[in-house]
């Protein structure tokens, strides 16, 4: 101790200098070695409550050596600075991550052309790729590790401060949290470290026991870990409202890490990072599972040891560390703050701004102003309900809590950008979610409250054909499709099936959409004329579920897809071929719709039901399909083959697709000329 004793920082100590001063010498003189020290000299709470707030940005770049130095400030510091200089500090956290460096002061020769030694040593250096992911996996590992800490000291701090209204501290701290969460959320102790703190807050939230009298009494054991009393306050006690509001708010802000982290989750294969309704349909439909391929389910499940790879082995767990993660998350929103669950679906169909004009009419002007500047988190509920419905169905095996059963429509109209053409654009697992509560409607046993009208039906279509269309995650976007698909087919009112049909054919600019739709009106054609049997598998147990729901009022009047009108109706829309523009590459984009439609009509013609019944001769010759249709495929085909550069093709691929469109062109000619002849010959 005797070169203690010659430190600097014992021989600046005030009274030898002012606090000011004091600060200045610990800027320029604090070292990693010194800490040890420091932590003896902050024990004096005089000198902490002086220096502590403005110690901590000298402190956490020492990090993790200056853990106990921010205990001690957090401890011993006046409570409402510290929390303030914690709150700035978290807004620094993690930027360097997304390039947000805080810009140095120019040196006053800055414009100067000679280079410094610095430059010059860096001068004509590239870093490499792997030396740049090491640098930026030091600054994920420091920035974790700064805003444990941070969190760790807020833990320590709001507990101490003590006034008649504590909820102002906590939005602005939660204000700060939040955006410096969501540019830590890649390590999971970033999470632990905000439930931890959520755990802790619980705590000081709920109001004080009466006391009680008790003979034992207990000395203090550890007294360097008692924390002083805030210097400007006095022990008051919470009123009731405000007990409320704490706890109002710590709801508030858990929705909101809730929502930052499910959206924050790497894609899975291009999918949602959680996966639910893949893994909800494997486990409800194991015949759809390719054999000998990985299912999703599996990639979920934690591994043995000893099984695959050890780099394969760390992403599973990595996987089913997400899925842990989100039961941590769910505890702490049911048990932890004790979210209502009614609230969970009121506010997830509804905005949050309506739950508290629902739900707080009566509550002072404080309660009301502080609500509405940070309220519940819409998405943060979405995602709450899908978590407990998927612990439940894909794990659990419980049955379907009802409540979130009839939720399904109202996600799809509150979730979803009510633009048509934004739809697709939200995050993959708002619509993971969605169709995770769709499928598990759909397959539901239990009676469905609501009904679709036929409004209802149209609106529900449109908007899921489209997330079909434009989703980015192609397992999405086959979901949708699937969901859509059964939605259709099970409909009890095919008038409204037809007319749905016929307007997407009208008006839907999307060419994979207009493939799909080919495909629904030869499903109702076959299942209208007692050919239902091949319509696909995978869409078989969601029909059987949805038909045991009554989702119409209206009868078809006698409308069937087996009548001569559908082809009158349609196929205007179906065969007719568009014009490519200037360039006659304009065409590749059309091949899946022409090639879809090749097979309706080739399976209208082949089919002695379909000829017969929908009068498939006599449309053929009406509409001249052979001569607008057929024929015009077979020159574009070799228009396209004949020079494919100058067409616009450049890949075998695209080569390999003309070259198929010619032979089904070939294939159908030939079956209409057979056709034809056998019914000549008859």
């Not at 460096?101 to 010059?120: G, I, L, V």
């Not at 941070?150 to 006034?163: A, D, E, W």
Request: charged share 25%.
């Amino acid at each position: 101790m005797a070169d203690d004793s010659q430190n600097v920082l014992v021989e600046a100590l005030p009274p030898a200098t002012d606090y000011i001063t004091y600060l200045t010498i610990l800027e320029y003189n604090l070292t990693k070695a010194d800490l040890p020290l420091l932590h003896e000299l902050l024990q004096d709470s005089t000198l902490t409550i002086n220096i502590g707030w403005d110690l901590v940005h000298l402190l956490v770049p020492l990090l993790p050596a200056s853990k106990e130095c921010l205990e001690d400030v957090a401890r011993l510091g006046n409570p409402r600075e510290v929390i303030l200089k914690v709150a700035e500090l978290l807004g620094k956290t993690g930027r360097s991550l997304w390039g947000e460096e805080e810009e140095e002061e120019e040196d006053s020769d800055s414009d100067s052309d000679e280079p410094t030694s610095n430059q010059e040593k860096t001068k004509g250096h590239v870093p490499s790729e792997a030396g740049v992911r090491k640098e930026q996996h030091k600054s994920s590992y420091r920035s974790v590790i700064e805003f444990q800490a941070l969190l760790h000291m807020i833990s320590i701090v709001h507990p101490r401060i003590k006034t008649k209204r504590p909820s102002r501290f906590l939005i602005t701290t939660f204000e700060a949290i939040l955006p410096a969460y969501a540019r830590v959320t890649s390590s999971a102790l970033s999470t632990i470290a905000v439930l931890t703190l959520i755990e802790t807050l619980c705590q000081s939230a709920k109001p004080l026991l009466p006391p009680r009298e008790n003979s034992l009494v207990i000395e203090q054991t550890n007294p360097k870990q008692s924390a002083n009393p805030d210097p400007e306050g006095q022990e008051e006690t919470i009123a009731p409202e405000e007990a409320v509001l704490q706890m109002r708010l710590l709801r508030s802000f858990t929705t909101h890490v809730i929502e930052v982290y499910f959206e924050s989750l790497p894609t899975v294969d291009d999918g949602p990072g959680l996966a639910w309704t893949q893994r909800y349909l494997e486990e409800q439909h194991p015949e759809r599972v390719v054999p000998f391929h990985e299912t999703m389910l599996s990639r979920f499940m934690p591994l043995p040891r000893e099984r695959g790879k050890a780099a394969s082995a760390h992403k599973l767990n990595d996987l089913n560390n997400r899925d842990l993660m989100v039961q941590k998350l769910l505890k702490g929103a049911l048990e932890g703050v004790r979210i209502p669950w009614k609230d969970v679906v009121w506010v997830a169909k509804h905005s949050a701004e309506e739950f508290f004009v629902s739900h707080g009419s009566n509550s002072s002007a404080i309660m009301q102003s502080t609500c509405k500047d940070f309220p519940l988190s819409r998405k943060g509920m979405l995602y709450i309900l899908g978590a407990e419905l998927a612990s439940k169905i894909i794990y659990d095996k419980l049955d379907r809590p009802a409540v979130v059963l009839g939720f399904h429509f109202d996600s799809m109209k509150g979730f979803l950008d009510p633009d048509l053409a934004a739809i697709g654009t939200e995050p993959l697992v708002v619509l993971d979610t969605i169709l995770l509560l769709g499928f598990a409607r759909l397959e539901d046993n239990s009676e469905y409250a609501s009904r679709f009208s036929d409004q209802e039906f149209f609106q529900y279509l449109q908007k899921m054909s489209l997330l079909s269309a434009n989703a980015p995650s192609s397992s999405i976007r086959y979901h949708a499709h699937l969901m859509a698909t059964a939605v259709l087919h099970a409909y009890p009112s095919k008038q409204a099936c037809f007319n749905f049909i016929q307007d997407t054919f009208e008006h839907c600019p999307y060419e994979n959409l207009l493939v799909c739709t080919v495909g629904w009106l030869k499903d109702e054609i076959l299942a209208a004329t007692s050919h239902g049997s091949v319509v696909k598998d995978e869409i078989r147990g969601i029909e059987e579920a949805m038909k045991k729901h009554d989702l119409s009022d209206k009868s078809d009047a006698g409308f069937t897809f087996a009548s001569p009108k559908t082809l009158k109706s349609l196929g205007l829309y179906l065969f007719s071929i568009d014009s490519p523009g200037e360039h006659p590459g304009g065409y590749m984009g059309q091949i899946p719709f022409y090639m879809t439609t090749l097979n309706l009509y080739y399976l209208l013609w082949v089919s002695p039901v379909l000829r017969d019944r929908l009068q498939v001769p006599a449309f053929d010759k009406m509409c001249d399909i052979q001569g607008r249709f057929v024929e015009p495929l077979k020159t574009i085909c070799q228009t396209l083959l004949s020079d494919p550069s100058a067409s616009g093709i450049r890949t075998d691929h695209e080569i390999a697709e003309v070259q198929l469109l010619e032979t089904t062109v070939d294939l159908v000619r030939e079956a209409v000329k057979k056709a034809q002849s056998k019914g000549d010959s008859a």
